[in-house]
């Protein structure tokens, strides 16, 4: 059964505020066809500049890592670390690029 849209708007003002914008937005970065919320020309253009910013910092991510990757195997001292050590150490030194995409996004 359908909601009607005054129940479907009930529903929402019964959430709470975080509740309610997490819904907003993930409508907006979805581009959901719900009928209660109704997204102009920059609230796309903000989305278009969110979804840019998450597949810049993905591939630039992935690019450091690889690099990371080659740089711990090129040093002779990293080859007695573990696995996981090297993963821990690849992960600080990508730290302040995951700090400048959360505070960028």
């Given amino acids: 059964a359908k909601l009607t849209s005054t129940k ?3 529903l929402f003002e019964s959430k709470s505020l975080f509740e309610q914008a997490r819904q907003i937005s993930t409508a907006c970065l979805l581009k959901s066809d719900d ?3 109704d ?3 920059q609230d796309n253009a903000k989305r278009d500049d ?3 910013s998450i597949v810049s910092g993905g591939i630039l991510t992935s690019v450091l890592t690889v690099i990371d990757i080659k740089g711990l195997n090129f040093i002779k001292a990293s ?3 573990s696995i996981l050590q090297k993963l821990l150490l690849i992960q600080v030194i990508n730290l302040p ?3 400048y ?3 960028a996004a």
Avoid: A, G, P, T
Wanted: aromatic share 42%.
């Fill in 39 to 41: 997204f102009d020309v």
């Fill in 35 to 37: 009928s209660l919320f």
């Fill in 8 to 10: 479907k708007f009930e």
């Fill in 50 to 52: 969110v979804v840019k």
């Fill in 101 to 103: 995409f959360y505070i």
């Fill in 79 to 81: 080859r007695k670390y």
């Fill in 97 to 99: 690029f995951y700090y």
